[in-house]
């Protein structure tokens, strides 16, 4: 589940989510959709509770962070599940901040690819031609 995105390691949501669930940090997860089905005043929620730790941490997503960050109408899973990038990026927020030791630094896949447009990544890949 790593791969690396804009040169930088980063694994997939499911990946993330499986470094934290196996770490065994994570108390509960609660999942809260506000609003109409991916429209103005849709927002995801996602809680979590760190053992040990007396609160919890919320971190939301929504439709009006989405057409922020330009991903509204995006070719790929923001146009064929944007309900569930919504949900990836509320997780993805609220892990890194109560449980980063899980993920060990890395990046997110779903959030590192968004961050640059396709036409302006660099190409890192190394010329082998004048190699022996």
Known sequence: TIMIV????????????????????????????KGERWGEGYACTVTLKRRNQSEPISRTFSYADAQRAKLLGKA????DYPERQCYWRAWTWAARDVASDALYGL????EQIDLVEPNRRIDRTADIKSLD
């Open 6 to 33: 804009n040169n930088k390691p980063s694994i997939y949501g499911d990946g993330a989510k499986a470094l934290v669930q196996r770490s065994g940090l994570i108390e509960y997860e609660k999942d809260e959709i």
């Open 76 to 79: 790929g899973p923001w146009i």
């Open 107 to 110: 990046s997110v896949y779903e």
